[in-house]
């Protein structure tokens, strides 16, 4: 045993690339073919994405247990295997009949749960899991609470039935999408990144922004826009870009601090920037029943809100303390690196994804011909510039690669979430906590709204954006659209605030990893976060208010939602720049800060006001002005 222990980490490797290969290859094929009957496709994908799970993120490196725990994961697997494949087999009789559960069908739903829960364990901590766990035990033993809370109770024969031998549970539809369309946007994205678009979404950064006012992080803020909108994970992205980013802004004389906030808080806007976004929208677009394209649509404006507070913000922090430009030989070397053949790939893949998106087609054959579409150019830019083919092999395959270990994290994430969907489902929790809400703010939109984010922020902490939104959208989305809030609406407010919830203390992830990179104190990064993202925590308040923003309503209404914004944007940013009008913190925040709040309300007196009062600011506090030394405000230690 212990010899073969001994092997297994090479053994591990060979079968992961292999075992990642033949994912990608079913990905493509279903994308473009059709997918298999809905429970065959998922629990054939499930199954692979474990085998490769268990592989790549073992119990035990090795050590005194490492045949324990070696033995522990091939029980692991043989269980879901099982699992997995009488579902295969039985998917027709699944389908058309009721199936009662027996005593293996309990044992085989025990031990893939047990297997989702270990490997979401491994993959993205301890949170989630949890999580699900909690909703484990309220259904086990929620009939004991008094009140609204508790349940009718439910044994483990109707608990299996319903998780493992129906469409509703562990095959529900979060599963479904992660099969088909997200799992092909995930090999659209390993992909484009390995074709070189990380380097080259940093090089068109320097290029823009190396010689502007604050140009390193602007530069930070755009490559991470770029970088994310494609990575769909902001915690992934800050290590990725934060890297390179986090030491040149450092490098330059920005605060350890205020360079790690700008990191986090770029790379968390990109699961909000069009047109890729993160997972989540996929999924918002099957909750809400609209076409993906619309949900990208809607996401524009509040995505250029985001980005253009943190970039107005940023350059009048560098307009104030007088920070340095990126140096000229780095904007040099950028330029110089940049070519036709490293574009290609990109604006093929991107192009062939949004022909086939407005051409009509579904979004997981849109993706894998955007794939076919960027790697087209690649390699024909490699043999024109008489490239090593093997090198550019080894691209391809290790973007395959990349792709079953994203899929990992990803497709293990949501089946979990498809449990615990299930089980709110199955008890009315989430129904029972939209109606108390509703209860408690009554008929006022602002305090129903302000609950459901407090309840989003909370339940989203420490767990990953895409597992978050399908969480607050189950309990406060039904909250919020019961008091008259359209549907896309509800889903954008809840998918905003699931999404900041990472660089919101205490438990904000993508903060820990930037100030780690950074060497400095979280708690300073993450006040520094907050407030150069403070916009993102109004923003979603005036979808509720402005149906315009999600580009809804007449051109009227467009109209005023971008004049609305474009105040709000400039007014925030003025304030948390540390901006004095006539030298007096006060009169600014007199000034922007009843002018932002008057932008939020609909009424387009308000809008006046608050447009005339920003003006006002604009031309006597003169904010843009370059001031040599350093103020206080947003300025970190």
């Not at 380097?199 to 190396?210: E, H, K, R, S």
């Not at 915690?235 to 205020?258: C, H, Q, R």
């Not at 949900?295 to 404006?301: H, N, P, S």
């Not at 703010?441 to 602002?446: A, K, P």
Request: some cysteine; aromatic content about 8%; proline content about 4%.
């Amino acid at each position: 045993m212990s010899s073969l222990v001994a092997t297994t980490p090479r053994i591990r490797a060979t079968a992961a690339q292999a075992l990642a290969l033949i994912i990608g290859a079913f990905i493509v094929w279903t994308a473009i073919a059709g997918p298999f009957p809905a429970l065959v496709q998922r629990a054939s994908l499930l199954a692979m994405v474990i085998s490769l799970g268990l592989l790549k993120f073992p119990l035990s490196p090795g050590g005194r247990l490492g045949p324990l725990c070696f033995l522990v994961d091939g029980l692991l697997w043989a269980g879901s295997m099982a699992a997995c494949g009488m579902v295969v087999m039985s998917a027709e009789s699944i389908m058309t009949t009721l199936p009662y559960a027996d005593l293996s069908d309990i044992a085989l739903m025990a031990i893939l749960t047990l297997t989702i829960l270990d490997l979401s364990r491994r993959t993205v901590g301890l949170a989630f899991p949890l999580l699900v766990v909690l909703g484990l035990l309220y259904v086990a033993f929620g009939d004991r609470i008094d009140g609204s809370l508790g349940h009718r109770g439910f044994d483990l024969y109707f608990v299996t039935e319903t998780l493992l031998l129906s469409d509703i549970g562990v095959w529900g539809q979060l599963t479904g999408i992660a099969a088909t369309v997200i799992a092909a946007f995930v090999l659209f994205g390993a992909m484009l990144l390995r074709t070189g678009a990380g380097a080259t979404f940093m090089d068109l950064a320097v290029i823009v922004a190396g010689r502007r006012v604050g140009g390193a992080a602007k530069i930070a803020t755009l490559s991470s826009a770029s970088f994310g909108t494609v990575n769909g994970s902001a915690v992934a992205n800050v290590a990725t870009t934060g890297s390179m980013t986090i030491p040149l802004m450092k490098k330059i004389g920005y605060p350890a601090p205020l360079a790690a906030a700008v990191e986090a808080v770029a790379s968390t806007g990109g699961q909000i920037t069009p047109p890729i976004l993160g997972a989540a929208a996929f999924i918002m677009a099957e909750m809400v029943g609209v076409d993906y394209l619309r949900i990208a649509l809607a996401a524009l404006l509040p995505a250029a809100m985001f980005y253009g507070a943190a970039l107005l913000t940023i350059h009048l922090i560098a307009l104030r303390r007088n920070l340095g430009f990126v140096p000229e030989e780095d904007i040099q070397q950028a330029r110089q690196s940049l070519s036709f053949g490293r574009l290609f790939p990109i604006i093929g893949g991107i192009g062939g994804l949004m022909w086939m998106l407005t051409d009509g087609r579904s979004v997981g054959f849109a993706a894998s011909f955007g794939v076919i579409c960027m790697l087209i150019p690649f390699v024909i830019a490699d043999l024109w510039a008489h490239r090593d083919i093997a090198r550019t092999g080894r691209s391809l395959f290790q973007g395959l690669q990349d792709a079953g270990t994203g899929l990992v994290v990803v497709f293990i994430m949501l089946a979990g979430a498809q449990i615990l969907v299930s089980l709110l489902n199955l008890t009315g929790v989430g129904i029972t906590v939209s109606a108390m809400t509703v209860e408690t703010g009554g008929e006022n939109l602002f305090l129903v709204a302000l609950i459901a984010a407090v309840v989003c922020l909370i339940l989203g902490m420490g767990v990953p954006t895409t597992a978050a939104y399908v969480l607050v959208a189950s309990v406060m989305a039904p909250a919020l659209i019961a008091i008259s809030i359209p549907p896309l609406a509800a889903h954008m407010f809840v998918f905003y605030f699931a999404t900041i919830s990472v660089i919101t203390p205490p438990l904000c992830v993508a903060v820990f990893v930037a100030a780690s990179i950074a060497d400095t104190s979280w708690w300073k990064v993450a006040v520094n976060a907050v407030r150069l993202g403070a916009v993102t925590y109004i923003v979603p308040f005036m979808f509720l208010t402005h149906p315009g923003i999600l580009w809804s309503g007449s051109a009227l209404d467009i109209g005023e939602a971008i004049l609305s914004g474009l105040i709000l944007v400039v007014c925030v940013s003025v304030l948390l720049s540390g901006c004095k009008m006539l030298g007096s913190w006060v009169i600014s925040v007199l000034i922007f800060g009843i002018a932002a709040v008057c932008v939020v309300f609909p009424s387009s007196v308000l809008l006046g006001i608050g447009t005339g009062l920003c003006l006002i600011g604009l031309v006597i506090g003169r904010p843009f002005r370059k001031v040599h030394g350093i103020g206080s405000g947003m300025d970190a230690p």
